[in-house]
């Protein structure tokens, strides 16, 4: 990433909204690119995270992190992918584990999006660009399960709008460390860049709203079987809630421990259910568990 640094030192740099003072002065992004950095804490005042309508004053250091632009090309790949829904406006896929959504450094080839460009031909909406044509949502590298990819544009603005008003039900499934008192319960704590490792993410006092229900499933000796039930969509959001209440997911290398021989956490997207954008039937699709979580299911129930 490049860092930006800017100190306000002219009274008519005060009180201006900072993602229009960005934009102003920053002029090869545009104001959006600098709301959504902002919302993604790309953008620091005083070492701290704020909001887009943020006044500038004087005397403020203002940082902002630039990813540099890569022209690349990206390529359908031959690659299968398991379907568990498709219409002439969505596909709903089964990702595996491992499989990176979009390309990305380190990623630009072996992802989701790679294969789809394969199995769509053309019909994917054009909305996220070049990298990430027909994304309107994504789970993580090592969380499996239920992605819904739209196939045209208007498509794409439909379920863009159902999961901005959180109408669309996602349900996960997690094998997390440790036993609940509770049978249910429900984590309202924001979410925002972890101020001390921007390549994470953390409950933070000025970060986005995030809310995740939970119900317990199952208990063993040393670990629970829970449901979750997303209200928001934050990045990485059961996975920051979770370790924010002492039960990180079973593998997470980042927010709890690797387990050997486990792939990263142990999170699986099972239940999607949406709004089909041109008939406005509902639709929901559910992804089985892999083996490997039915795997470890069975080993946990054994040593109980």
């Known amino acids: 990433m490049d860092e930006i640094t ?9 009180n201006i909204r900072i993602d229009k003072y960005l ?11 600098y709301q959504k950095a902002i919302d993604n804490g790309f953008v620091l005042v005083n070492g701290k995270q704020v909001k887009s309508k943020y006044q500038t004053k004087l005397g403020d250091e203002i940082i902002v992190s ?22 002439s406006d969505v596909i709903v896929v089964n990702k595996p584990k491992g499989m990176v959504v979009h390309p990305a450094p380190g990623h630009y080839s072996g992802t989701l999006v790679n294969a789809l460009m394969y199995h769509c031909k ?16 994504r789970i993580d590298m ?17 379920i863009a709008a159902q999961i901005k008003v959180h109408s669309v039900n996602r349900i996960y499934k997690g094998i ?15 979410i925002g860049r972890n101020p001390k490792d921007r390549k994470k993410m953390a409950v933070v006092n000025n970060g986005r709203e995030a809310i995740t229900h939970f119900t317990v499933l199952e208990q063993f000796k040393g670990y629970s079987y829970v449901q979750f039930k997303l209200e928001t969509g934050r990045t990485h959001q059961i996975r920051v809630h979770m370790a924010h209440i002492d039960h990180p997911l079973v593998g997470d290398d980042v927010y709890g421990k690797p387990v050997k021989g486990l792939e990263g956490q142990t999170l ?5 259910g949406f709004v089909q954008p041109s008939t406005g039937e509902y639709v929901e ?5 892999p083996a490997y979580f039915e795997d470890l299911l069975a080993k946990y129930r054994k040593m109980t």
């Open 268 to 272: 699986h997207a099972q239940t999607l």
């Open 122 to 137: 053309d019909s994917l909406s054009g909305i996220n660009g070049e990298i990430r044509p027909g994304i309107v949502h």
């Open 23 to 33: 934009a102003e002065n920053l002029p090869e992004k545009s104001r959006s690119y």
């Open 6 to 14: 800017i100190i306000i030192e002219e009274p008519s740099e005060e």
């Open 66 to 87: 630039i990813e540099p632009v890569k022209e690349i090309d990206i390529l359908p790949e031959d690659i299968p992918i398991e379907i568990l829904y498709e219409d």
């Open 285 to 289: 699709v559910n992804a089985p568990l």
């Open 142 to 158: 090592n969380t499996t399960g239920s992605l819904l990819v739209c196939k045209n544009d208007k498509a794409h603005n439909d």
């Open 176 to 190: 997390v460390v440790g036993n609940f008192k509770e049978e249910t319960g429900t984590i309202n704590a924001p």
